[in-house]
């Protein structure tokens, strides 16, 4: 594989500080996704998205789901965006970087206990021109879905938000209640040795399995957790996540659930990595429809 062929920045010049080289063009891969996302319903851009989504109650909780039902069910939208994974708050390690119960400084007002932990990213504007035009509509249309369901309570404050300075923070539950031999815990390699002592302690209780990030490469295969930071950090995807909110005493709280990353361009210090070890993509990395269609024509 051509290390840089799927790059979508370029900081590199000619020796000319006055005359950087011109963006590499955008893959075919990553131009037929963006076709597919210009039809899509539910492309965070489309400019009739509010005409097809609504929230619903499901307990304390509010999730956006679409306006029509399937099987007299309402199904929690699935948001697209392109987006460059931010590497200065790249926390989507395979333990999310866990600490301790009270956080890296000890300073946490309510505990989190390992299990019950989550990594973390955020999602900015893509460098490449070509891409630039996006991000207003994504900005826009995340505002109009917040106030939608803001709207509903006189209590309009906002305790936690899915939009920082123009970024949208994903998040992904490290485990699952459920047993899975796709992925074991045993190997789920760990940042922090607080991680790694209280992995050893989930391990031999065998309560819960390690939940794998649903990310893909540009090869639409699964990354390996060893390999999450140097495939995703500072890579362009196509990012797939549902919204959920909830209103508590201090105001309210909104989260974007991580339900696919497909690397589109990587980072642009990518190094390829051969593994020895090849494994099969399994419903947890299902590819997205608009990423699927480019993936499985001949080459």
């Given amino acids: 594989m051509d290390a840089s062929k799927n790059h979508c920045t370029s900081d590199v010049n000619n020796g000319d500080d006055s005359t950087p080289f011109?963006?590499?063009?955008?893959?075919?891969?990553?131009?037929?996704?963006?076709?597919?996302?210009?039809?899509?319903?539910?492309?965070?851009?489309?400019?009739s998205l509010l005409d097809h989504v609504q929230w619903a109650p499901s307990g304390r909780r509010y999730i956006l789901v679409t306006k029509d039902k399937t099987h007299n069910k309402f199904s929690p939208v699935q948001l697209e965006c392109?987006?460059?994974?931010?590497?200065?708050?790249?926390?989507?390690?395979?333990?999310?970087?866990?600490?301790?119960?009270?956080?890296?400084?000890?300073?946490?007002?309510?505990?989190?206990?390992?299990?019950?932990?989550?990594?973390?990213?955020?999602l900015r504007r893509p460098q490449h021109p070509d891409l630039h035009h996006l991000w207003p509509n994504y900005m826009a249309n995340l505002d109009a879905i917040v106030t939608l369901a803001t709207s509903t309570s006189k209590d309009t404050r906002m305790d936690h938000k899915v939009v920082e300075n123009k970024e949208i923070k994903i998040r992904h539950s490290i485990f699952l209640n459920d047993l899975d031999d796709e992925f074991t815990t045993k190997a789920m390699p760990c940042k922090t040795k607080a991680a790694?002592?209280?992995?050893?302690?989930?391990?031999?209780?065998?309560?819960?399995?390690?939940?794998?990030?649903?990310?893909?490469?540009?090869?639409?295969?699964?990354?390996?957790?060893?390999?999450?930071?140097?495939?995703?950090?500072?890579?362009?995807?196509?990012?797939?996540?549902?919204?959920?909110?909830?209103?508590?005493?201090?105001?309210?709280?909104?989260?974007?659930?991580?339900?696919?990353?497909t690397v589109l361009c990587e980072p642009p210090s990518f190094v390829e990595q051969l593994s020895s070890t090849t494994m099969t993509m399994g419903s947890k990395f299902e590819v997205p429809e608009v990423a699927r269609k480019r993936a499985r024509r001949g080459d």
Avoid at 29 to 38: A, G, I
Avoid at 94 to 121: I, Q, V
Avoid at 219 to 246: H, K, M, N, W
């Fill in 22 to 47: 011109a963006p590499p063009l955008l893959t075919q891969d990553t131009r037929d996704v963006l076709k597919q996302l210009d039809g899509s319903t539910y492309h965070l851009s489309s400019a």
């Fill in 82 to 122: 392109v987006a460059e994974i931010n590497p200065e708050k790249f926390w989507l390690y395979a333990c999310g970087g866990w600490s301790g119960e009270k956080g890296p400084t000890g300073n946490w007002s309510t505990p989190t206990p390992f299990e019950k932990a989550k990594a973390r990213g955020h």
């Fill in 196 to 261: 790694k002592e209280a992995l050893a302690e989930i391990v031999r209780r065998n309560v819960y399995d390690f939940n794998p990030l649903p990310a893909t490469d540009t090869e639409r295969d699964p990354i390996p957790p060893s390999q999450y930071e140097s495939e995703l950090s500072g890579a362009t995807v196509l990012a797939t996540f549902t919204l959920s909110c909830e209103r508590w005493q201090r105001g309210w709280q909104f989260y974007a659930d991580v339900q696919a990353l």
